[in-house]
């Protein structure tokens, strides 16, 4: 006998605090920054009381779990509400609301039951077309091969970094932590757009899903913006080395780099996360033509018909905060690391702490110089084709080029990597 209580709930519908058009972005804007000041500023509070042994008492170890429990509760309901906002589409799978239900409740003063109620904002677009650096069909094998041996180096090169910090155990400090993840997330930018480039190419077919795109813009924001906060992290680390030697190993203790680390992933996910679910309140035409080798968020805001305002102005508040926080953070740390290295008075001195530098200056300098030298050009030029090829620069050329710089000026690295090597058996 049937169930005489059985339901065909499919959505929920959360009318949120509003339905006035004109009021969504302001809604938008304001719970973005409340959002992210509740985040930033409980992670603060995690992260000192953490690094800060002063603070090692119960009191405050409950005051450490407390952010933790804020934090997861604005996750809950704010993160929906944005998605909400932007995508104009105000349902939630019924499981859904009981799994917020779990942690809180149904964010929303009216819900409206519906049976299996279609997204209002639904769009035609099924996937795009990634046009790649050339229509030259005599280009292709040889950029195969070319963008493949890259990858492949890229990714061996990368890992035999993390190997060697991970083997040797005299690597095991916070500096080679940091440059052990930044090997990671190299390895984590090419994975995202040179395997697509390459199927594309060898199998002639250049489309890829919209899911897809979204996806890849996602992963591409999230693992660029960890690496800016990766190297920012390393220029402090070379600043308290350097500048604070008997402070070092109370400032620098390896829980605050972890907590540091998870941090910059964190802000990273977030707003990597934020910047390509805003992509899907557009809604685009008939040419969806991408002259880029990867989805790249610029290229395909351009495809829009609808209003983009929104869209460019959140880009451009968070590369302010992906590149300009980061690389502010670099430039003070070397404006006082290089005139206390200039009041040694050993040019022994200099040299070596000067080295313990180089490599980082290095890799900084090829990261942000290519990054801007790829915007420099999408201004200059006005053929999307050009601008294409100067973004295997910052996405391909320094993840490739990191694993050198770092094994020929680091003689602890290379140490490692031939202690490493050395392991391999060797079969006659």
């Known amino acids: 006998m049937e169930s005489e209580s059985q339901t065909g709930i499919g959505e929920i519908l959360l009318l949120g605090l509003s339905e006035d058009p004109e009021l969504q972005p302001l809604l938008f804007g304001l719970f973005l920054t409340i959002y992210l000041v509740t985040v930033l500023g409980n992670l603060f509070i995690s992260l000192a009381v953490s690094s800060d042994s002063h603070l090692h008492t119960p009191m405050y170890f409950s005051l450490s779990h407390l952010p933790f429990t804020d934090i997861s509760f604005s996750t809950t309901t704010v993160l929906k509400m944005l998605v909400n906002l932007q995508t104009q589409s105000k349902s939630i799978t019924y499981a859904g609301c009981l799994a917020q239900e779990n942690e809180d409740h149904c964010f929303t003063e009216t819900v409206l039951f519906t049976d299996n109620m279609e997204p209002r904002n639904q769009t035609d677009v099924s996937e795009f077309l990634l046009l790649g650096l050339t229509d030259d069909l005599e280009l292709q094998p040889f950029l195969f091969c070319l963008f493949l041996a890259m990858y492949l180096i890229t990714v061996l090169g990368n890992l035999l970094i993390i190997l060697a910090v991970t083997c040797d155990s005299h690597l095991h400090t916070p500096m080679y932590l940091f440059l052990s993840n930044l090997s990671f997330t190299d390895i984590c930018i090419s994975t995202t757009a040179i395997p697509k480039m390459l199927v594309n190419i060898q199998s002639e077919i250049q489309h890829i899903t919209y899911i897809g795109c979204l996806t890849q813009i996602g992963f591409v924001l999230v693992f660029v913006g960890l690496e800016n906060f990766l190297l920012a992290a390393m ?14 190993t109370v400032l620098v203790i390896p829980r605050f780099c972890v907590l540091l680390i998870l941090l910059s992933l964190f802000i990273s996910a977030v707003l990597g996360l934020l910047l390509s679910l805003m992509v899907l309140r557009l809604s685009f035409c008939k040419d969806l033509e991408i002259p880029h080798f990867f989805c790249e968020l610029a290229q395909v805001i ?44 050993s040019a022994g001195t200099k040299f070596k702490a000067f080295s313990t530098c180089g490599s980082h200056l290095a890799v900084v300098s090829l990261f942000y110089g290519t990054l801007f030298g790829v915007y420099i050009s999408s ?50």
Do not use: E, W
């Not at 220029?235 to 070092?248: K, S």
């Not at 829009?304 to 905060?321: F, G, Q, R, W």
């Open 235 to 248: 220029a402090y680390d070379r600043y308290v080395a350097i500048c604070h030697p008997l402070r070092y």
């Open 302 to 345: 351009k495809l829009a018909c609808s209003d983009t305002l929104m869209n460019n102005i959140l880009i451009y508040t968070v590369a302010s905060l992906f590149c300009g926080v980061p690389l502010s953070g670099i430039i003070f740390s070397y404006t006082q690391i290089v005139p206390f290295v200039l009041r040694m008075p």
């Open 379 to 428: 201004v200059v030029t006005d053929s999307p084709r050009k601008t294409a090829v100067a973004s295997v620069m910052y996405i391909v050329v320094p993840q490739m080029m990191n694993p050198f710089i770092y094994s020929l000026r680091n003689k602890d690295m290379k140490r490692a990597l031939r202690k490493l090597i050395s392991r391999i058996p060797s079969f006659p």
